[in-house]
């Protein structure tokens, strides 16, 4: 029997799943193996009838330029109960794999980990190679790499916030924005410089300071007040959903929320619209202070996970696929493929990634003190400093309370 690939893809969805997959399965084909798309995540390795499409050089061909994901997406995440029980080797060894290939973040690549460790304690000779994704941008690949999909859902979200930004202007109201990003704040921030929104809240900036939904609030009105004093009856305020994830159990309890959960242990928040709370919490603070303003609520997530690929995540998804079958056949494995700046392809071990503690790979925060964010705190962002106070008591009494730096104990 021919020797065989199977390819994985777990997680959420972000632009280049699609092109990855299909680069590994046209130039594994061209190298004569058979490559196997696992549909369902890790779900199909713990099952009996594995859910899968052998792929051939038409479907790939077709797919690898397109949004979404051909292989249907899982979080499935296997207890150490499904190893003892439920792991499928036959799947392995009647298929004669050799390589199995994982597509996702930080959760499907320490599960991918958890499989390589599994097979070599049963002796079978199985590499793994996983290759990083997610929109969110908080893998920590060397030399600030991106990874493949934020390229291009910046861009989308750009988009769509360039165009909330123009409605503002246009009906001289405001507009509060989230933009995904679990851990950390690299899409908002991304998308609302894009914009030169006036305020971006990400959980980064409470370096100094616990985030409270009563900070974020108030970093909006900041702007709002800004504006006011500028003579500027719009704008938009960008807040990364991170923040949200951050917030004390109470506080969450507080505002009504309650929370289902991944298999990760994550909170759901695709099914929470952050910015509409946001609003809701803005728009009653403006009231209880008297400020009239009008503010809508707006959520980018979904829309930028499926998106086509932009040229940029199309070629580098296509090195990364390409780059998978480099390593495999100079016999490395347990690692991640990435691309460094010179365009060389280079291995990236999961065990040296992962907190010793946790197992886990702890994510890539925005760096806020780079001259590229402190140039945006400084001057894309409108806010209260105490040049404006005098100004500013024309609104609120006490406008120390929403003077930026202040608020952040910076």
Not at 338 to 361: E, F, R, V, W
Request: proline content about 5%; overall charge neutral.
């Amino acid at each position: 029997m021919k020797q065989s690939i199977v390819i994985l893809t777990g997680g959420g969805p972000a632009p280049g799943m699609n092109t990855v997959v299909g680069s590994i399965a046209k130039t594994f084909l061209q190298n004569e193996y058979r490559v196997l798309g696992l549909h369902g995540g890790y779900k199909g390795l713990f099952s009996p009838d594995p859910n899968y499409t052998e792929l051939d050089f038409t479907c790939a061909d077709w797919i690898f330029n397109r949004g979404g994901s051909y292989l249907v997406m899982s979080r499935f995440k296997p207890s150490d109960n499904d190893f003892k029980e439920n792991f499928n080797l036959n799947f392995f060894v009647e298929n004669n794999i050799k390589l199995l290939v994982t597509v996702g973040g930080d959760d499907t690549a320490s599960t991918a980990n958890r499989i390589a460790k599994f097979l070599a304690e049963k002796n079978y000779p199985i590499a793994n190679i996983h290759v990083p994704k997610t929109i969110d941008n908080d893998l920590p690949l060397p030399q600030n790499i991106p990874t493949f999909g934020y390229h291009t859902a910046k861009a989308e979200g750009t988009k769509i916030a360039a165009t909330v930004y123009e409605d503002a202007r246009t009906s001289a109201n405001w507009f509060i924005v989230s933009a995904m990003g679990r851990s950390a704040g690299h899409l908002a921030l991304g998308i609302g410089a894009s914009c030169h929104y006036p305020m971006i809240v990400i959980p980064e900036m409470f370096n100094k300071t616990t985030i409270t939904a009563e900070k974020i609030i108030n970093l909006a009105i900041s702007s709002i007040l800004k504006r006011k004093i500028m003579g500027v009856p719009h704008g938009a305020i960008m807040i990364s959903e991170g923040v949200f994830h951050e917030l004390s159990h109470e506080e969450l309890l507080s505002c009504g929320v309650k929370f289902t959960y991944d298999d990760h242990g994550h909170p759901e928040l695709g099914k929470i619209s952050k910015a509409q709370m946001f609003n809701d919490m803005v728009e009653n603070k403006l009231k209880s202070l008297g400020i009239s303003v009008k503010s809508r609520p707006v959520e980018i997530g979904y829309e930028v996970r499926c998106v086509t690929p932009v040229g940029y995540d199309l070629m580098y998804c296509s090195q990364l696929g390409m780059g998978v079958y480099k390593l495999f056949t100079e016999g490395v494995t347990g690692c991640m493929v990435y691309l460094d700046l010179n365009g060389n392809i280079k291995s990236l071990y999961l065990k040296d990634m992962q907190d010793p503690a946790t197992g886990k790979i702890p994510p890539r925060s925005v760096n806020i003190h780079t001259d590229k964010v402190q140039q945006i705190l400084d001057h894309i962002l409108n806010y209260i400093t105490p040049d404006e106070y005098e100004a500013a008591k024309k609104y609120v009494p006490n406008p120390e309370e929403y003077d930026f730096k202040k608020i952040l104990n910076w």
